[in-house]
């Protein structure tokens, strides 16, 4: 094998910030321009280093929020006990640098040729690489199906809100709210299950492809219950994460 | 204990076997269950990373560092088959 293939090298380099927006009060996305970025595919991470003056190195994983060919965006929420997140969402400024890698991950990333109908599940901070799925799903033209399903506990706390309600010509997009909801609200108002899935899934009949990102209690529920309304387990991506469970 | 999925050691894996792993199948020692490597269960808090079986929760692939280098025992794993396989 060695020699038959070119392997692209995955090296720590240093990245800028360009930008920073505020998602929610405890949620960040951050731009960065990154000297050697050899482009990306929606759905795939990067990873974040962080070195103390003592020489303490952190590591955590980001997913990518933006779409192969646009900046490369990372949306981060703020853990109180977390190491890496709570500089990354109140101390990191623009011009400040970065140290990362990637991307990385080729098993959560969608692709045009894929098929099927495309449901996307996000619980919290896990709609970041669905994001990156839904831009690449608009730049591409593609005319897959798209229905997203969002768990937040409150309005408030619904990253990327103005942007996902932007696609609804396209996109259906189903939000629940697990903690308290403003008055008159019409959407779904309770954790994601069974039965929720069942109104707001695609029928398994029509072949469909999902995507699951949350806290990993979160996807376990839901990939479960999209495995018993006879979706195929491997036409379930999940991706789970550590954080607050803030579905 | 809060567990992870092989998504979170991408760039590890990536790092150590010079190519993309998450999506590579793994085969079970223990029971058999095959299913990628991004499906895995993680323990990310351990000493060294921990992968097992998400099937029967047996160990699949222990990862530790020792002054720079890796040291990774996958003697859990049956099998392994690449995507781009044929």
């Known amino acids: ?247 | 204990m809060q567990t992870l999925d092989g998504n979170a050691i991408a760039g590890v894996l990536h790092e150590i076997f010079g190519k993309e792993m998450t999506a590579v199948t793994v085969t079970c020692g223990s029971c058999g269950f095959t299913a990628p490597v991004a499906n895995t269960v993680i323990y990310p808090h351990l000493p060294g990373t921990v992968a097992r079986c998400r099937n029967c929760a047996a160990l699949l692939m222990v990862i530790t560092r020792i002054r720079g280098v890796y040291c990774v025992d996958l003697q859990g794993i049956a099998a392994m088959k690449s995507p781009m396989d044929t």
Request: aromatic share 8%; charged share 25%; glycine share 10%.
């Open chain 1, 1 to 247: 094998m060695e020699g038959t293939a070119v392997q692209r090298r995955l090296t720590w380099q240093v990245a800028t910030v360009a930008a920073t927006t505020r998602e929610t009060p405890t949620v960040r996305t951050i731009e960065l321009t990154v000297p050697e970025w050899p482009g990306h595919r929606a759905g795939q991470h990067l990873d974040v280093r962080l070195t103390a003056e003592d020489g303490y190195v952190a590591e955590r994983e980001y997913s990518i929020a933006s779409a192969p060919g646009e900046p490369v965006l990372i949306t981060v929420e703020r853990l109180d006990d977390g190491e890496v997140s709570p500089y990354l969402t109140e101390e990191l400024r623009v011009g400040d640098a970065l140290e990362l890698r990637g991307p990385v991950g080729g098993y959560f990333v969608w692709e045009e040729a894929d098929g099927g109908p495309l449901l996307l599940v996000a619980g919290g901070s896990g709609i970041a690489p669905l994001r990156a799925i839904i831009r690449q799903h608009q730049r591409s033209g593609s005319d897959t199906p798209v229905r997203l399903l969002y768990s937040a506990r409150t309005l408030p706390d619904v990253i990327y809100r103005a942007e996902l309600d932007s696609y609804a010509d396209d996109i259906a997009v189903s939000y629940t709210l697990t903690r308290a909801r403003p008055p008159g609200w019409t959407g779904y108002a309770r954790r994601v299950d069974a039965e929720l899935l069942a109104e707001a899934a695609w029928p398994a009949g029509q072949q469909p492809l999902a995507f699951v990102c949350g806290p990993t209690s979160f996807v376990e529920t839901a990939a479960a219950g999209l495995v018993g309304l006879g979706y195929r387990p491997e036409r379930v991506k999940t991706e789970r994460f550590g954080g607050t469970g803030g579905t």
